[in-house]
């Protein structure tokens, strides 16, 4: 079996179990799934804009829900398509826009999803692969955002048995983004997670 199997089997499993676990009908969203509780503070910097969003690594699609049924068109990405079936189906319910894509996110081609890049909006939470933050300047339309949450090195590291090169060092982040303007950075040292809305200039154009 290949890694990417691999990957999938364990996503599947994992999602098949939380979704019993909120025992919803299969065109009802599970009234448990909530957004990100950063993702909703930071959202009056990108509410109202609307265009297209990615929510890279999406798993059942909270997110893509929330950015959704704000008037974004979404393009939820994830391995998982046990996740993307129960997505595409609430979407549908709703008559949301949510476009579902299923891909081995250790893969950086983007280009092959056939959807209507460049994004006005990138949410990439809780999944780290560092190759993504080189290409979503590529990604995103001047003037477009990036929001970004996930674990880090923090010197009280409430996480020490989860492998190392699944967490930032302290100030990696905003260092991958120090040409764009910062709207919001913060290293939680209690929690061990760093977040970041960052937007890209009107210079920095489609390269």
Known sequence: MYMA???????????????QQLES???SVPTDLKANESLIACSPFFRGRGGRALDLACGLGANSLYLARMGYR???VDISRIALESLCQWAEAEQLQIYCVQHDLDRVDWEDWGT????DLIVNIRFLHRPWFEVFNQMLSPGGMVFIETFYQSSGDPRP????????KPGE???YFKEWKVLYHR???ETGVVTLLAEKSQEQGLV
């Open 74 to 76: 979404v393009t939820a």
């Open 116 to 119: 209507d890049a460049p994004f």
């Open 25 to 27: 009908e299969s065109n």
């Open 5 to 19: 199997e691999k990957d999938q089997y364990k996503w599947d499993a994992k999602y098949r179990e939380q979704l």
């Open 187 to 189: 290293e939680d040292e």
């Open 161 to 168: 048995q989860m492998n190392p090169s699944f967490k930032l």
């Open 173 to 175: 982040l905003a260092g």
